[in-house]
C-alpha cells in the first residue's frame, strides 16, 4: 500500500517561533497533498491543498501567510507553522493522493505531527 | 448543502459483528472511504466504494447506496484492537472528502 511520512512526529517550540513540517510520500510521486489539523475529539479540518509546482489552494479561515506550504517535488509537501501561537497547538496531518491502482483518489495519511505552543 | 452523519458512539462484543452506518449529502458524489483512527493517531485507509453494493477486504466490508446518500461498515470477528473511531468521508464531485467526527467504536470483552 502507499506510505506517507512525516516528521516530526512531536514538537513543543515557544510562542513566536516557527516550525516546519515535512510530508513524503515514500513508495509513490503524489501530485496532490492535503494538509489537515484536527482538534481532540473533533473532526479532521482540511486547511489547504498542496499542488507540485504551483500555489497551494487554502481553504477559507485559513491564513496563507501564517502557515505556509510548499511543494517542491513530486514526494514532499512541507508546512511551515509562522510565528506559532498556543492556540495553533493541534495536530497536523499531512495526506496524499496515490494515482496507482483502482482507487484513484483514496488519501493516504501520514503519521501526524502534534504541535504544542509554550 | 453538505451534511454527514454517523453515530457517534457504538458498543460492540469482541468476537461479534457491528454494522456502522453513514448517511450523507453532498454537492456531487464521486465515491466514499471508510478510514480508522486510534486515539491519538492519524486516519488509516479502509475501503472505498465508487459504486453501489458491497467491497469486502477481510473482516472489513463496506456498503453504499448512491440514490439513498447511504452507506454502512460491516466489522466481523470484532477483537479489542478494533476499538477506535471509524470515519466515513464521502467524497464530492471536487474531490474534497467531506469529514465529520466520525464513531468511536467501543468493545467489550
Known amino acids: 500500500g502507499a506510505v506517507v511520512s512525516q516528521h516530526p512526529s512531536r514538537v513543543i517550540c515557544k510562542s513566536g517561533t516557527s516550525v516546519k513540517i515535512e510530508c513524503r510520500s515514500l513508495?509513490?510521486?503524489?501530485?496532490?497533498m492535503f494538509w489537515y489539523r484536527q482538534f481532540p475529539k473533533k473532526s479532521l479540518m482540511l486547511m489547504a491543498t498542496?499542488?507540485?509546482?504551483?500555489?497551494?489552494?487554502?481553504e477559507q479561515g485559513v491564513e496563507k501567510d501564517k502557515f505556509l506550504i510548499n511543494h517542491a517535488s513530486l514526494t514532499l509537501s512541507t508546512l511551515t507553522v509562522t510565528s506559532a501561537h498556543p492556540e495553533d497547538s493541534s495536530f497536523y496531518i499531512c495526506?496524499?493522493?496515490?494515482?496507482?491502482?483502482?482507487?484513484?483518489?483514496?488519501?493516504?495519511f501520514g503519521p501526524g505531527t502534534r504541535l504544542t505552543v509554550l | 448543502g453538505q451534511s454527514l452523519e454517523q453515530p457517534s458512539e457504538v458498543t460492540a462484543v469482541e468476537g461479534a459483528i457491528v454494522q456502522i452506518n453513514c448517511t450523507y449529502q453532498?454537492?456531487?458524489?464521486?465515491?466514499l472511504s471508510w478510514y480508522q483512527q486510534h486515539d491519538g493517531g492519524a486516519p488509516t485507509f479502509l475501503s472505498y466504494?465508487?459504486l453501489d453494493g458491497l467491497e469486502e477486504k477481510g473482516r472489513f466490508s463496506s456498503f453504499l447506496s448512491r440514490s439513498k446518500g447511504y452507506s454502512y461498515l460491516l466489522l466481523k470477528e470484532l477483537q479489542m484492537k478494533d476499538s477506535a473511531s471509524y470515519l466515513c468521508?464521502?467524497?464530492?464531485?471536487?474531490?474534497?472528502?467531506?469529514w465529520g467526527a466520525g464513531t468511536k467504536l467501543i468493545i467489550k470483552p
Open positions: 513508495d509513490f510521486q503524489a501530485t496532490t
Open positions: 468521508a464521502p467524497m464530492d464531485s471536487n474531490y474534497q472528502l467531506i
Open positions: 495526506s496524499a493522493r496515490d494515482p496507482r491502482g483502482s482507487d484513484v483518489d483514496t488519501q493516504y
Open positions: 453532498t454537492s456531487g458524489f464521486y465515491g
Open positions: 466504494n465508487g
Open positions: 498542496s499542488n507540485e509546482g504551483s500555489k497551494a489552494t487554502y
